[in-house]
C-alpha cells in the first residue's frame, strides 16, 4: 500500500481564497483524522470520521473549515475564506479499528497564507 | 477532560546515551492506549511504540521502550544508546473511548538534539 496520500504537498494563497486540502487513506482504514501542526499550538486535531461519518468536528477552530469524506478513500478539507492566521501543516491520518492500532500520517501539506 | 502533557520542550543528550522523554497524561477512561511518534526534520510522523492500560509489561521495540506507571499517568519514552539520527521531534499521544469518543490526541512534544 502507498500508505495515506495528501495533496497538494505545499499550498501558497492569497487571504481569501479558498483553499481544499486533499487526502486519500490507505485502503481498510475505518478511521480518518485531519490534524493541523503549528509552533504555538502544536498537533491539534480538527476533526476525525468513522466510516465516513463525522464522529467528532469540535476541533474545528470555526465555520470557515469544513471537511467532507464521500468515500472510503477521498477526504477533503476546504478552508473558505483562508486567513494568513490558517498558516500550518495540516496532516490527515487513517488507522483500522482496532484497538491497539497506531494512525499512519501523510506526509502533510505546507500551507502558506498571504 | 484527556489531556497529554510534555514537560520538556527541548533535551540535548551526547550520542550513544540513553534518553527519557517524559509523557504524562490525564484520563478518567479505565480503557487506552499511548502511542509515541518521531518527526524528523523533513516532517513525516513515524510511530515508534504502544501501550495499552491494560498491558502488563512495558512495552519495547528495539532500542526503544516505554515506562508506563499507570498510577503515576506517566508513559516515558526510553531510547537506548542514541543515535545522532535520533534527533528529531518526538509526541506522546493518548487514545481513549469516553463517551463513545475514539480519537487520538498528541501531547506538544519534546525537541530531541543528539550531540556527536
Known amino acids: 500500500d502507498a500508505g495515506v496520500i495528501q495533496s497538494p504537498r505545499h499550498e501558497v494563497t492569497e487571504m481569501g481564497q479558498e483553499v481544499t486540502l486533499r487526502c486519500k487513506p490507505i485502503?481498510?482504514?475505518?478511521?480518518l483524522f485531519w490534524y493541523r501542526q503549528t509552533m504555538m499550538r502544536g498537533l491539534e486535531l480538527l476533526i476525525y470520521?468513522?466510516?465516513?461519518?463525522?464522529?467528532?468536528d469540535s476541533g474545528m477552530p470555526e465555520d470557515r473549515f469544513s471537511a467532507k469524506m464521500p468515500n472510503a478513500s477521498f477526504s477533503t478539507l476546504k478552508i473558505q475564506p483562508s486567513e494568513p492566521r490558517d498558516s500550518a501543516v495540516y496532516f490527515c491520518?487513517?488507522?483500522?479499528?482496532?484497538?491497539?492500532?497506531?494512525?499512519?500520517f501523510g506526509q502533510g501539506t505546507r500551507l502558506t497564507v498571504v | 477532560a484527556q489531556k497529554i502533557t510534555q514537560t520538556q520542550p527541548g533535551m540535548f543528550v551526547q550520542e550513544k546515551e540513553a534518553v527519557t522523554l517524559d509523557c504524562t497524561y490525564d484520563?478518567?477512561?479505565?480503557?487506552?492506549?499511548l502511542f509515541w511518534y518521531k518527526q524528523p526534520s523533513s516532517g513525516e510522523m513515524i510511530f515508534l511504540i504502544y501501550?495499552?492500560?491494560?498491558?502488563?509489561q512495558n512495552a519495547t521495540e528495539g532500542r526503544y521502550s516505554l515506562n508506563f506507571q499507570k498510577a503515576r499517568k506517566s508513559a516515558n519514552l526510553v531510547i537506548s544508546a542514541s543515535q545522532l539520527g535520533d534527533s528529531a521531534m518526538y509526541f506522546c499521544?493518548?487514545?481513549?473511548?469516553?463517551?463513545?469518543?475514539?480519537?487520538?490526541?498528541f501531547g506538544k512534544g519534546t525537541r530531541l538534539h543528539i550531540l556527536p
Open positions: 491520518a487513517s488507522r483500522t479499528g482496532g484497538w491497539n492500532t497506531e494512525a499512519f
Open positions: 470520521f468513522n466510516n465516513n461519518v463525522p464522529i467528532d
Open positions: 484520563t478518567s477512561d479505565p480503557s487506552y492506549g
Open positions: 499521544a493518548m487514545r481513549s473511548t469516553m463517551n463513545r469518543d475514539d480519537k487520538i490526541i
Open positions: 485502503s481498510g482504514h475505518d478511521y
Open positions: 501501550q495499552g492500560s491494560y498491558d502488563q
